[in-house]
């Protein structure tokens, strides 16, 4: 109910005193499970960070294994795949993260902030890795990484809002 809230109004603009009332419980009862409202942001993106972090890093070991630009192409696909299901298993919580990923690291945003690093450390990574092993052309790292996490982000964010209509692909409900 509350992610509601976050996602219509932006997650600084939401009081714990709202969020306590769209839930339906006592204060207390929120501050028994969540120090402040930024545990209350990292613990809704807990499942999805693990798992974008894992995709990342099994990329990464798939990438560096890479010994043609088809095994690279392939790592890529496995790894759009792989974030797509995740993303779009909890379309709520990815728009969230989405919405406010480009917000300032601090408050309640922090746990955004820190997957937004993550993702964009790892892509860097990835590239670096890539064209060490000649499959990806010589761009500076972190223009490639901001440019390819830039737009795969803004194609997600407006499928997850309606604004764009792209239906997933049938391989990545398997």
């Known amino acids: 109910a509350w992610l509601e809230l976050f996602l219509k109004t932006g997650i600084e603009a939401v009081t714990i005193d709202q969020i306590v009332s769209e839930a339906g419980m006592a204060k207390g009862t929120f501050y028994r499970y969540f120090q402040d409202k930024e545990a209350a942001v990292e613990f809704l993106l807990k499942d999805i960070a693990e798992q974008v ?3 990342l890093v099994q990329c990464l070991n798939e990438v560096d294994n890479a010994k043609s630009r088809d095994a690279l192409l392939g790592a890529y696909q496995s790894l759009a795949q792989k974030l797509a299901i995740i993303l779009y298993g909890a379309p709520k919580v990815g ?3 989405l ?5 300032p690291d601090r408050g309640a945003i922090r ?3 820190k997957l937004s690093r993550l993702i964009l450390d790892r892509s860097i990574e990835l590239t670096k890795v890539a064209q060490k092993h000649g499959l990806q052309r ?3 790292h972190e223009v490639s990484a901001r440019a390819v ?3 795969v982000e803004a194609l997600i964010l407006a499928s997850l809002d309606g604004s764009l209509t ?3 692909s049938k391989t990545w409900s398997t």
């Open 166 to 168: 792209v239906p997933p």
């Open 138 to 140: 010589a761009v500076q």
């Open 53 to 55: 972090d894992e995709a």
């Open 149 to 151: 996490v830039g737009a």
């Open 111 to 113: 746990p955004i902030a």
């Open 99 to 103: 919405q406010e990923s480009r917000g």
């Open 95 to 97: 728009r969230l993260y």
